[in-house]
């Protein structure tokens, strides 16, 4: 079955700086991608979706890549900010009605 | 307006008790799903409902029941609680359960389960 895997490790940066977070499947390539931040005691919000057909992806500051070749997808926060900290997910839809998400991405933004 | 609501956000209970989370949302959604997130923040399904009906049951051990009443309304209900259940629980809501923009999830503040 399709396992995603995030890097276990906290992410560390200086404000201002760009975040770049993976994501890498293992099976056959989604027909999409989404990014969820999970801040600490709440559920996770989702951010950004990509298509298959879809290389790159934008939303303000957020900017989500789809590459099927490598089974991997990048999350990058441009700018940083301490406001930005928090768990970042990877998920994707496995068919019917099942979502499977990596264990996440903890982020540190320092000011 | 909470979208997506779960009560209550703790429950501290005994090892054998029966206990039930409730979870209602108002975006009108047709599926509703409920996930469990261990101490590895894994976030990992166990039931998902649409139209009330049971579609996904993740190999979740029968102590756990889950009940839609209505599509608005996913209810959790864990007879004979065991130390391995601790955890938070996290309801969610979809438009439905197809693919793309229509899959996005919207989840509750969570519920954190300690099992005595």
């Known amino acids: 079955s399709q396992k995603i895997e995030q890097n276990s490790e906290a992410l560390n940066i200086q404000e201002g700086k760009t975040a770049t977070l993976t994501c890498n499947y293992t099976?056959?390539?989604?027909?999409?991608l989404q990014w969820y931040r999970q801040d600490p005691g709440r559920g996770p919000v989702f951010l950004l979706l990509?298509?298959?057909?879809?290389k790159e992806k934008r939303k303000e500051r957020l900017k989500v890549t789809f590459d099927t070749t490598l089974k991997q997808s990048l999350f990058h926060i441009t700018a940083s900010q301490p406001a930005d900290s928090a768990t970042y997910l990877c998920?994707?839809?496995?068919?019917?009605?099942?979502?499977?998400f990596g264990a996440g991405t903890r982020l540190f933004v320092k000011a | 307006d909470t979208a997506v609501s779960q009560t209550p956000k703790y429950l501290v209970t005994q090892m054998g008790n029966d206990k039930s989370i409730k979870c209602e949302q108002n975006?009108?959604?047709?599926?509703m799903y409920w996930y469990k997130q261990d101490s590895k923040k894994f976030l990992k399904i166990m039931f998902s409902?649409?139209?009330?009906?049971?579609?996904i049951n993740e190999t979740v051990p029968n102590r756990f029941s889950p009940k839609s009443p209505d599509k608005a309304h996913l209810n959790l209900h864990i007879n004979s609680l065991e130390l391995g259940d601790s955890a938070v629980y996290f309801c969610a809501s979809s438009q439905d359960g197809a693919g793309g923009a229509l899959n996005i999830q919207y989840f509750g503040a969570g519920t954190r389960l300690s099992v005595l």
């Open positions: 409902y649409n139209n009330k009906e049971l579609i």
């Open positions: 990509i298509r298959e057909n879809e």
């Open positions: 998920a994707l839809h496995e068919g019917g009605f099942k979502t499977i």
């Open positions: 099976n056959y390539s989604p027909a999409y």
């Open positions: 975006l009108g959604h047709d599926t």
